[in-house]
Every structure is written in structure tokens, then in C-alpha cells.
């Protein structure tokens, strides 16, 4: 191993190593690791050249893109490579037949793509163009930064005026994990790593439903993504602020996801559904698109019998999400965020996904709302964006991540799955489910 301390940049913080260690985990699937990504589907072609140099400008801003992940004794770094690679890349297709399939694959290549977490790039932007259709993807690893980190490279990318592009900047302080514990006397943190264990013992006591096929190995992440009309997202936005109220609305996503599931196989082995969330320091208009401050996962758990009546199935998440925002469970994981930072990946990984209680897989499905896509521009380099979607490798199980957002007034959902263990037409019809109970006005 390579001891060497020379060409370190920064230590990897602690809110990181959680999203590290399910990297790890989704890696001894022999799948790609923690990839994600961001897709802007466009109405033409950009300026590749304005486009080119805008991301030059970004890496110049931000040396760490050009980073490698290294382990040195039992921690992980930021470090300084012999040669950076290339942040831009294009691909070239001539075909005028089938030319959605050649996105679609070519967009899977992109985020399937195996390589050793030393030598993967964090940040790639990859613009793919057909004779009719062009695809503008950002892909990076999750480590790197999380989704409103990456939501602000978009938007650094977007952003014209050089003066705007210039408030963009790296957090000058310490990890924000460390900087809220400083705050804390030592027996408060100890009051408050108590806190978290028993909120994750409370969860634990039932048993979560998982409808993945887990005798089947994993083969490639795939995805569908639906876009919605804007009066449909006008509907559900109104029915989201009838069942769990303005602040509140990636719950009536939970729950509708949730009774989706259940439509699926009611008979389904389990005892409740369980949804991992996360919480976010960083502040509000923070403008440092790197390194992430999402930080560790709180959840939504429904009991099997609640889906049979919808009113009380939204006043129980509700409930939860008031008590969890009570008690101040976010920061009472924090000392546990602190302490697990410290571990082995295999035993980091091990601790977020596994009930204490039964063994067997916490999470149900993987779940993100994104929230309202704000560019700021219409436009992404004189091209028109028509649709925006988002990619999220998963460990399995549950192999199955909801992701939603907002643009331009639609919502889109991005349902990304391992294949074989969910196929595409099973996917077809849990979103038909998930639809009707959005819109579900009774």
C-alpha cells in the first residue's frame, strides 16, 4: 500500500464515509460502485465549444474534480493525481433509426461502467448527440459530493454572468459533521449517540418488506423515467398539501410509493415498509458544489396494516417525521455519523443496511426528492432543456431507488433498479400504481 502523505489534497469527511461504505457495498455485488447521475435531454445541440470551456472554467475553480479516492492507513483521501483526465467527453452517433435506444444505452454504459475506486474519475460530463436527440450527462461518484451538490455544478454550468460563477466556492471550514459536534459538551454527545440507537432499535422491531428477487444476482442497473403533465403535478401538489401539509411533501411520495408496493403483492413476506432519508447541513444558500454534507439516514416505516387505510397511513408518517424533527434525531446521529467513520467499509455498510433485531435488509427501497430543479437559465448552452432525470446505483437488496423532481412546473420520477431482480414491464406497472394513488381524491 502507499504510504505516502505527499500528494494528499484533503481528508474524506465523515458524512462521506457513510455514502463510501454503501459504495463498497454496491462494489461486492460486482456492480459499478456508488454512481449517480444528473440528465439533461435537449432540444438541440448545445455549443460543445461554450459548453467545453465553461467546464474547463469549473475544473480550474475545483482541483479536487480531478481527485483520486485513496486508502492510507484506515482512512480515505482526497489525492493529487500524476495526470488529470479529461472532465469532457463526447460521443458521436450517425444513426437516424432507434435513436432513443442509442441514448438509453449509451447513458447506461456511462453509469454501468466497472473501475477500481482508485482510478474512477469523481466527475465526468458526457454529452451524447444523434441527428435528432442530445443528451448532456453528469456522472460522478457519491463520495464526491451528493445530490444538491451536484444540482449546483449544473447550475454553475448554467450561469453566465462570470460574476455569479465567482460566489461558487469550497466550504472554508471543517467538515460540517465535526463543526456541529464542537457545539456539544461530551455527555450531551453521549445523550445524543443513545438518542440515535434506540430510534434505529425502535425501527428494527419489524421486519422491512422487500419485493426484489434476491435468489437472482445482479447483472446492471436499469431505469425508467415518466414525466408528468402539468396538470397532473398541479393535482398531486394539491393533494400532497391536503395529506402531510406544505413542509411535508416528500412524505406523500413515501406513502403513495409505499401503497404502490403493496399493490404489487399484498401477500408480500414482511412486516412493514422502510424508507431510508437523509438529512442535510449545508446551509440553505450554500454555494460549495463539493464535497457533501449528506449526511446520515433517518426513516419513514409504515406497518403492513396501516396501507389498508390511507388517511392514517399519511397521519403516521407525519407522526414520525414530527417526532424525529422533535427529538432533533438528525443531530443526534451525528456521534454515530463520527464514530462509524471509523470502521471498516464492510462493517460501516453492514451496520447501515442490517436490522439488528432480524438480519436481513433494512431498507424496503432507496428514495430522493430532489425538490424543484431551479437552473438559471431556460436554456443549457442555447439548447432548450426538455427533461431532466437522475440515476442512482443500489445495493441489493432493496435494489430499488424513487427518485422525484420538479422542472419546469412537471414532475419527473426516475425509478432506477438492478436487473434481473425487477425487469421493466414490473416497473411499467408499479409506476401505473403509483399514479393512481397520487392522484387518488376520494
Known amino acids: 500500500m502507499n504510504t505516502s502523505t505527499d500528494d494528499i489534497i484533503q481528508i474524506l469527511n465523515p458524512s462521506d464515509c457513510f455514502t463510501l461504505a454503501m459504495d463498497e457495498e454496491i462494489r461486492q455485488e460486482n456492480m459499478a460502485g456508488s454512481l449517480c447521475g444528473f440528465a439533461l435531454e435537449l432540444g438541440a445541440r448545445p455549443d460543445s465549444e461554450a459548453l467545453k470551456q465553461r467546464i474547463h472554467e469549473f475544473g480550474e475553480r475545483f482541483p479536487l474534480a480531478f481527485a483520486s479516492l485513496q486508502q492510507r492507513g484506515k482512512r480515505y483521501f482526497w489525492c493529487q493525481r500524476e495526470q488529470n483526465l479529461p472532465l469532457f467527453h463526447q460521443h458521436q452517433s450517425t444513426e437516424t433509426a432507434d435513436e ?30 444523434s441527428p435528432t436527440k442530445t443528451t448532456f450527462l453528469l456522472r460522478w461518484i457519491h463520495p464526491f459530493c451528493d445530490a444538491r451538490g451536484a444540482d449546483l455544478i449544473l447550475k454553475y454550468l448554467c450561469t453566465d454572468s462570470l460574476e455569479q460563477r465567482l460566489k461558487f466556492d469550497l466550504p472554508a471550514m471543517q467538515p460540517l459533521v465535526n463543526l456541529q459536534l464542537a457545539k456539544y ?28 428477487d434476491t435468489r437472482l444476482a445482479p447483472e446492471q ?3 425508467s423515467t415518466y414525466t408528468l403533465s402539468l396538470e397532473q403535478t398541479e393535482q398531486i401538489n394539491k393533494l400532497a398539501r391536503q395529506h402531510v401539509g406544505l413542509t411535508s411533501t416528500s412524505l406523500y411520495y413515501i406513502g403513495c410509493f409505499m401503497l404502490a408496493l403493496h399493490r404489487m403483492n399484498p401477500d408480500q413476506e414482511g412486516e412493514a415498509y422502510c424508507a431510508p432519508y437523509t438529512f442535510n447541513l449545508r446551509k440553505n ?30 397521519q403516521h408518517l407525519k407522526q414520525q417525521n414530527i417526532h424525529s424533527i422533535r ?30 433485531r432480524t438480519g436481513t435488509e433494512r431498507s424496503s427501497f432507496w428514495f430522493s426528492d430532489i425538490g424543484h430543479v431551479d437552473l438559471s437559465n431556460s436554456t443549457f448552452f442555447g439548447s432548450e432543456i426538455t427533461k431532466i432525470y437522475h440515476l442512482c446505483h443500489i445495493s441489493r437488496p432493496p435494489a430499488l431507488a424513487f427518485l422525484n423532481c420538479q422542472f419546469n412546473k412537471r414532475i419527473t420520477f426516475s425509478y432506477n433498479f438492478m436487473q434481473p431482480l425487477f425487469t421493466e414491464p414490473w416497473i411499467a406497472q408499479l409506476h401505473s400504481y403509483m399514479l393512481e394513488e397520487l392522484l387518488y381524491d376520494d
Open 100 to 129: 432513443a435506444v442509442w441514448h438509453n444505452r449509451s447513458v447506461l454504459g456511462i453509469i454501468n461502467k466497472r473501475q477500481a475506486r482508485e482510478t474512477i474519475p469523481p466527475l465526468e460530463f458526457h454529452l451524447l448527440c
Open 185 to 212: 459538551k461530551w455527555w450531551q454527545k453521549g445523550l445524543m449517540f443513545l438518542k440515535a440507537k434506540r430510534h434505529i432499535s425502535n425501527i428494527d422491531r419489524l421486519q422491512s418488506i422487500i419485493h426484489a
Open 221 to 223: 442497473l436499469n431505469f
Open 285 to 314: 444558500r450554500a454555494l460549495s458544489p463539493l464535497l457533501s454534507n449528506h449526511v446520515a439516514p433517518l426513516f419513514a416505516q409504515a406497518p403492513k396494516a396501516l396501507l389498508a387505510d390511507r388517511d392514517a397511513l399519511f
Open 327 to 356: 427529538e432533533k434525531l438528525d443531530y443526534a446521529f451525528l456521534p454515530l455519523l463520527w464514530a462509524a467513520s471509523w470502521l471498516s467499509l464492510e462493517q460501516h455498510g453492514e451496520k447501515l443496511r442490517t436490522s439488528m
